[in-house]
């Protein structure tokens, strides 16, 4: 009797030890994130955002969003230039000649069409901050859930106005959020270019981890030697965020994507590859 006993539980651990490592081995989380092409221009003074440096100078922008596809679902990060402004022959002009002359050589619809990805596919959406190159497309998916710093919500636009339509799903954070609960995809709170402002972590399964700037930093000069442009709202709490970053890259052993960063951009696969 007690060496029947002993064989079948011998046989109910092996059957247990073989389900844990099939489960082990289909791990939820991230599958896939594509690189989206949201904007293109060029910045009439590259000084407005490495103030002394460059004075007068041009250079080319870009404007990236990510769509991630996690087993929960699709998220998109930021949604750049506005679509309506690949119809203008001419691109979209600054009212500041030192700002960014954009261009949409894509737009957003056409590039997840392309992937098969319908805008009511996706469930979730985060912006970095809420400058137009950021929220352009928002409301091409209004019944995504948004998350958005609350500081950032509740920072008043242009005379006042509300920088989001009200009726928006909203979740307002209040700092970091594991957004799918797996901590696969985390965002950030890196306040300081505007107050409310976020970046990205992402873990993917193969890439190792990449950590999505907004515009925590504008392109690789301004990350080498902390410079903090002109324009920011809180210059300490730049520096404190890009300091959050560094901690964040050397913990995970992450990448550094700047996304106004063309030299960068050209060298990264953009959709429809991806990276997994």
Not at 93 to 100: F, G, I, M
Not at 225 to 242: E, F, Y
């Amino acid at each position: 009797m007690n060496r029947a006993s002993s064989l079948v539980a011998a046989f109910l651990g092996l059957i247990l030890s073989s389900n844990f490592g099939h489960a082990q081995s289909s791990k939820p989380g991230v599958e896939k994130l594509y690189i989206l092409n949201c904007g293109e221009g060029v910045a009439g003074d590259i000084s407005r955002w490495s103030p002394g440096v460059n004075e007068g100078k041009p250079m080319d922008f870009v404007d990236n969003c990510y769509l991630i596809k996690h087993a929960q679902g699709w998220l998109l990060w930021d949604t750049g230039i506005p679509d309506a402004v690949a119809a203008m022959p001419n691109g979209l002009a600054p009212a500041d000649p030192k700002a960014v002359y954009w261009r949409r050589p894509k737009t957003l619809a056409a590039q997840l069409d392309q992937l098969g990805v319908a805008p009511s596919d996706i469930k979730v959406m985060a912006v970095s901050h809420t400058h137009p190159d950021h929220i352009g497309n928002v409301e091409m998916l209004p019944a995504a859930m948004l998350y958005v710093q609350k500081a950032e919500y509740d920072w008043p636009g242009a005379n006042n106005s509300p920088r989001f339509k009200p009726e928006h799903p909203v979740t307002k954070l209040e700092g970091d959020r594991d957004v799918f609960g797996d901590g696969s995809v985390t965002i950030l709170s890196t306040p300081g270019h505007t107050p409310g402002h976020q970046s990205l972590l992402v873990k993917l399964p193969r890439t190792g981890a990449v950590v999505l700037s907004g515009d925590a930093v504008h392109f690789k000069s301004n990350w080498d030697n902390r410079g903090v442009p002109s324009i920011n709202s809180n210059k300490d709490q730049t520096l404190a965020s890009m300091q959050k970053i560094s901690e964040t890259l050397t913990k995970e052993k992450a990448q550094l994507w700047i996304n106004h960063d063309k030299a960068q951009r050209d060298s990264l696969k953009m959709s429809p590859e991806f990276y997994d």
